[in-house]
């Protein structure tokens, strides 16, 4: 069982930065894909970014190309995503989720850990 913790968000400006963080409990950790959902009230969870296991294979939606970058610590177990030009439609809880693989997929239910999810809002 891999226990996943986000951290980072809160409350930003339209144009600013955050940066999430994804603490994972299992010291398999580079032996899984990594990605990053969200969710905003009344809307399905969406896919915004992955990164293979061995931190290549990088994939992003395309409302987020350009502005956020997923990258990965194996040996801090975590990985991070770091939002800049945020805009108020990036509004929404935020998960990182873990797949056993190296395959960075976008398709949230090829994922078998999730975290409990951090609030991001960007005020306009």
């Known amino acids: 069982q891999v226990q996943l913790v986000e951290s980072g968000g809160g409350v930003v400006q339209a144009g600013g930065s955050l940066r999430l963080s994804c603490a994972a409990s299992?010291?398999?950790?580079?032996?899984?894909?990594m990605g990053w959902f969200r969710q905003a009230p009344g809307k399905e969870r969406e896919f915004v970014a992955a990164?293979?296991?061995?931190?290549?294979?990088?994939r992003y939606a395309d409302s987020v190309k350009g502005r956020f970058t997923i990258s990965r610590d194996n040996a801090k177990n975590t990985v991070y995503l770091q939002m800049n030009s945020l805009k108020p439609e990036d509004s929404a809880v935020y998960y990182c989720?873990?797949?056993?693989?190296?395959?960075?997929?976008?398709?949230?239910?090829?994922?078998?850990?999730w975290g409990q999810g951090t609030q991001v809002t960007v005020s306009s």
């Open positions: 990164v293979g296991s061995s931190g290549g294979l990088l």
């Open positions: 299992d010291r398999t950790f580079s032996s899984y894909a």
């Open positions: 989720a873990a797949r056993a693989g190296s395959w960075a997929l976008t398709a949230g239910s090829l994922y078998d850990y």
